[in-house]
């Protein structure tokens, strides 16, 4: 079962911030915290990740509450190309061999 | 261009039959994976390959094999095709070490 709690669905105006919740109450101290997206039918795509500390990429920025019980995924100026199932999910970073279990995520519609 | 590619992108075969789906990535990562997205968009990990070495089996039916010749290759052999094998199959790649995978964009198995 996915150890991460999203809402089913949010709307978002185009050019606006899109805030994305994700709520991961039993994360260990040693699993991250992960962002994808998946658009349309295509393969999922990696967005940002972190463990404690804010982070930021050309494509959107994490932050992590400081009991690391929930996070939220800021798309800064929302496009139409953003309309996307975002997937926030936790696991243990330092190896590869961890497997990702993806939840239901948030269906994020960017509205004209 | 450095990606995970997949072959065939679409796969359409009577039940019964015996197919392969192939997946490559050239980002020198040393793990890869197979995931199955259902009808209802749940995205399931099958396998992980950690250099040629099977690491998940995620109790998958023995009719699917996977095969890692290897750390850039990671195929998925199908035997006797059953109705409810029709999905879309993603082949993804990660390096060891905390950092997002990189899905490829998917087969779409359908069986009639």
């Known amino acids: 079962d996915a150890k991460t709690t999203q809402p089913p669905s949010m709307d978002c105006a185009e050019g606006r911030a899109a805030n994305l919740p994700c709520n991961h109450s039993?994360?260990?101290?040693?699993?991250?915290v992960y962002w994808y997206r998946q658009i349309h039918s295509q393969g999922p795509q990696y967005i940002i990740h972190?463990?404690?500390n804010n982070e930021t990429n050309e494509m959107a920025s994490l932050i992590i509450t400081e009991d690391r019980k929930s996070s939220t995924l800021i798309l800064p100026h929302a496009t139409l190309r953003d309309t996307a199932v975002y997937y926030c999910?936790?696991?243990?970073?330092?190896?590869?061999?961890?497997?990702?279990?993806f939840g239901t995520g948030t269906r994020l519609k960017v509205l004209a | 261009d450095t990606a995970v590619s997949q072959t065939p992108k679409y796969l359409v075969t009577q039940m019964g039959n015996d197919k392969s789906i192939k997946c490559e990535q050239n980002?020198?990562?040393?793990?890869m994976y197979w995931y199955k997205q259902d009808s209802k968009k749940f995205l399931k990990i099958m396998f992980s390959?950690?250099?040629?070495?099977?690491?998940i089996n995620e109790t998958v039916p023995n009719r699917f094999s996977p095969k890692s010749p290897d750390k850039a290759h990671l195929n998925l052999h199908i035997n006797s095709l059953e109705l409810g094998d029709s999905a879309v199959y993603f082949c993804?790649?990660?390096?060891?070490?905390?950092?997002?995978?990189?899905f490829g964009s998917g087969t779409r198995l359908t069986v009639v």
């Open positions: 993804a790649s990660s390096p060891d070490r905390a950092g997002g995978y990189t």
């Open positions: 039993t994360i260990s101290g040693n699993e991250y």
């Open positions: 972190g463990l404690k």
């Open positions: 999910i936790v696991r243990p970073g330092t190896s590869g061999t961890y497997k990702y279990i």
């Open positions: 980002l020198g990562h040393d793990t």
């Open positions: 390959y950690n250099n040629k070495e099977l690491i």
